[in-house]
C-alpha cells in the first residue's frame, strides 16, 4: 500500500513538474505582441482568446493581457450574456484594480456590467447591475472623451438598454461626438464613416427626424 502511494505521489509530482517546464518554455507576451494584437477588432480578438488565456497562465497579473482578453469576452457576452459576461465582468475587474487609469478597460468594465443584469431575474440585482455599469462608462467618457472605443463602447451599450432608462440620448452624444471628429480629421478617422453615420441614420429614423435622416444619407454616399 505504501510503495503504491508513493508511486502516485511521484506520479504526481512529475507531473506537476512537467506542467511547469512547459509553461515556462512559452514564449512571455511581449510589448510588440500587444501592438499587434491592439490593431484588431473585437470581433477578430475573439479568435485569439485561446492565445490570450495561455499568455494568462504565465503573467496573470498583466494588465494589457487582461484587458484584450477582457474585450474579447465583452464581444462575445453580446449575443452570449449568460456563457460570457461574467467572464469578461471577472477579467476586467482585475485589469482595472491592477490600473485605475486605464479609462478603455473602465468603459468595457461598464458595458459588462450592465450585461450582468440579464443573467438574473431579481429586479433589485438587475437595476444595481445596470447603475453600476453606466456609472463606470459615464466616468470614462468624462475622462477621457476623445477615445474611440470608450464612445464606440458607450454608444452601443446604451442603445441595446431598455428605453425607460432614458440611454438613448447618450448614445446620439456619443455618436454624433464622433461623426465630428471625422468631419474635423477626415484623414485620420475615415474608417468609421459607414458605422457612425449608419447608427446615426438608424438613430434619427426611429426619432422621426427625417432632416439629420437626409444629411447623415447625403454623407455616406459622398464617400
Not at 513538474?17 to 505582441?33: A, D, V
Not at 452570449?80 to 461574467?86: C, I, V
Not at 446615426?200 to 464617400?223: A, C, P, R, T
Request: net charge positive; proline share 3%.
Amino acid at each position: 500500500m505504501k510503495n503504491r502511494q508513493t508511486i502516485n505521489i511521484s506520479i504526481k509530482f512529475v507531473t506537476y513538474i512537467f506542467s511547469i517546464l512547459i509553461l515556462s518554455s512559452i514564449p512571455g507576451f511581449s510589448s510588440e505582441k500587444y501592438k499587434d494584437f491592439l490593431q484588431l477588432d473585437d470581433q477578430t480578438l475573439t479568435q485569439k482568446i485561446p492565445e490570450l488565456e495561455t499568455f494568462l497562465k504565465t503573467d496573470s497579473d498583466n494588465t494589457k493581457l487582461l484587458e484584450l482578453l477582457g474585450r474579447a469576452y465583452h464581444h462575445l457576452a453580446r449575443e452570449d450574456k449568460g456563457k460570457y459576461a461574467s467572464k469578461a465582468l471577472e477579467t476586467l475587474t482585475k485589469g482595472y484594480d491592477l490600473n485605475k487609469q486605464d479609462n478603455i478597460v473602465l468603459c468595457y468594465l461598464g458595458s459588462a456590467t450592465t450585461m450582468m443584469a440579464e443573467t438574473t431575474w431579481n429586479p433589485m440585482k438587475k437595476m444595481s447591475f445596470v447603475n453600476k455599469g453606466v456609472g463606470f462608462m459615464d466616468k470614462a467618457v468624462k475622462r477621457d472623451p476623445d477615445i474611440i472605443k470608450i464612445r464606440l463602447t458607450r454608444g452601443y451599450n446604451s442603445l441595446s438598454l431598455p428605453g425607460f432608462l432614458k440611454r438613448k440620448s447618450l448614445a446620439t452624444t456619443d455618436f454624433e461626438y464622433l461623426a465630428e471628429l471625422i468631419e474635423t480629421h477626415p484623414d485620420r478617422y475615415s474608417s468609421l464613416k459607414e458605422e457612425v453615420y449608419n447608427n446615426l441614420i438608424k438613430i434619427y429614423k426611429e426619432d422621426g427626424n427625417s432632416e439629420k435622416v437626409s444629411f447623415y444619407s447625403d454623407k455616406l454616399k459622398k464617400q
